[in-house]
């Protein structure tokens, strides 16, 4: 059984930083694509950044690129996300995402396969 957790999501003050992480299990990722959306409530899921099985060029959205970092561990099946200089904006529950069957839409969150259960982040004053 497939499984993704997310975990290191909380509470911070504009201006912090966080690490968010997403421990696979279940199966191997190292050959499929990984990525983080994120959903504040009210809104449509966002993207925030992936890369694609082959260890090649990663991928952000427009509100996050040069703040947030994605990086993946894949002797430990797991994906991280640094998180630096954070914003009110940036307060929504991150998801990690994995597998993209060929020719789905790395941007689009209804083409991943697989979803983990979120965490939280909250940034506030």
């Known amino acids: 059984q497939v499984r993704l957790v997310e975990s290191g999501g909380g509470s911070v003050q504009p201006g912090d930083s966080l690490t968010l992480s997403c421990a696979a299990s279940?199966?191997?990722?190292?050959?499929?694509?990984m990525g983080w959306f994120r959903q504040a409530p009210g809104k449509a899921r966002e993207f925030v950044g992936a890369?694609?099985?082959?260890?090649?060029?990663?991928y952000y959205g427009d509100s996050v690129k040069d703040r947030f970092t994605m990086t993946r561990d894949r002797a430990k099946n797991t994906m991280y996300l640094e998180m630096k200089n954070l914003r009110p904006e940036d307060t929504a529950l991150y998801l990690c995402?994995?597998?993209?069957?060929?020719?789905?839409?790395?941007?689009?969150?209804?083409?991943?396969?697989?979803w983990g259960q979120g965490t939280q982040v909250t940034v506030s004053s």
């Open positions: 890369s694609r099985w082959n260890g090649g060029s990663t």
């Open positions: 279940g199966r191997s990722f190292n050959s499929a694509a």
């Open positions: 995402a994995a597998d993209l069957p060929t020719g789905n839409d790395l941007y689009s969150s209804a083409g991943w396969r697989y």
